[in-house]
């Protein structure tokens, strides 16, 4: 990469996002972060606030900034929200990433682009057992990705995380556990987590390692291919469970509807993300601490 490279970051004030930022202004890129929202970052990071379901704004965006990256995180990732709202959620991630790339299209043609998809997107051909409407916006927003590099020759690659954990503020079941074990240790609540099935199975990276994998593809990708990305074992979330205890003084108990449902997952093995290199670096044990750690420090 040649130094200071123009990168857009979008979704940069969120949980990936910030991570994201901090990694790549380190990694020397000249960084527009693109929110929403107000965004605290580091001095060298120029931070833009665009509503990427306007096109117009997207356009001026991309016109200004003639990108020669693009790591598209921006959406909006919550099933509930999705089930409320559909119409939102196709917009916010699909149609924001039709924009984009028609803008770099006209703009900044040779942009190598990287689109973050959801590990809950699936096959066209499974498209019948869809499970939800923000399953059906993701899985759109990776077809409209896949079109645009087949019909414009366009440098577009795409990245599946799995479920994304470490410091700081997520919705993740992982954040929301060391939220309430930290209720526990400093305002005495009860001792409980409460699980509805604590047999089921996920993959859990952490989101700095998913970070790394993000930059890797912006400069080894294949363009059209799409990249697991993935620690390759799956955890139940007992397990994540029994991890907190061990670095907790409080006992924690748990109760479960259904722990008697036992649950096998196919485990998620990134073998082309590891054959151009990467692999995770970052143990389980380490993330829950430092998730741990973030959040008492909010309530210091």
């Not at 665009?50 to 900034?65: A, F, G, I």
């Not at 770099?104 to 689109?115: F, L, N």
């Not at 093995?269 to 995770?280: E, F």
């Amino acid at each position: 990469m040649n130094q200071r490279s123009k990168l857009i970051i979008t979704g940069a004030s969120g949980f990936t996002g910030q991570h994201a930022c901090e990694h790549f202004l380190k990694s020397g890129y000249d960084i527009t972060a693109v929110s929403r929202k107000k965004l605290n970052t580091d001095d060298g990071i120029q931070v833009e606030f665009c509503d990427l379901t306007n096109s117009k704004e997207v356009y001026k965006l991309v016109k200004r900034t003639k990108p020669q990256y693009l790591l598209h995180l921006a959406g909006q990732n919550h099933v509930g929200e999705s089930w409320m709202d559909p119409i939102s959620s196709l917009e916010a991630n699909s149609m924001s990433t039709a924009y984009l790339l028609d803008a770099i299209r006209k703009e900044s043609p040779t942009c190598k682009i990287v689109i973050v998809g959801s590990a809950l997107q699936i096959d066209l051909n499974s498209i019948s057992s869809i499970p939800h409407p923000y399953s059906l916006s993701k899985t759109i927003q990776v077809l409209i990705a896949q079109s645009w590099k087949v019909l414009y020759n366009m440098d577009i690659t795409i990245a599946k995380p799995s479920n994304l954990i470490g410091p700081g503020l997520s919705n993740g079941v992982c954040s929301i556990f060391a939220q309430k074990i930290i209720d526990m240790e400093i305002k005495g609540t009860e001792k409980v987590l409460e699980v509805d099935n604590p047999n089921v199975q996920r993959d859990f990276l952490d989101v700095r390692d998913a970070v790394r994998a993000y930059d890797l593809l912006l400069k080894r990708g294949k363009p059209g291919e799409t990249y697991d990305v993935a620690s390759g074992n799956n955890r139940t979330l007992e397990e994540i469970i029994e991890g907190f205890r061990t670095i907790t003084t409080d006992e924690i108990k748990v109760n479960s509807q259904r722990n008697d449902l036992i649950e096998n997952s196919r485990a998620i093995l990134p073998i082309k993300l590891m054959n151009l290199g990467w692999k995770p670096s970052i143990p389980l044990e380490s993330s829950l601490m430092d998730i741990l750690a973030f959040h008492r420090g909010l309530k210091e």
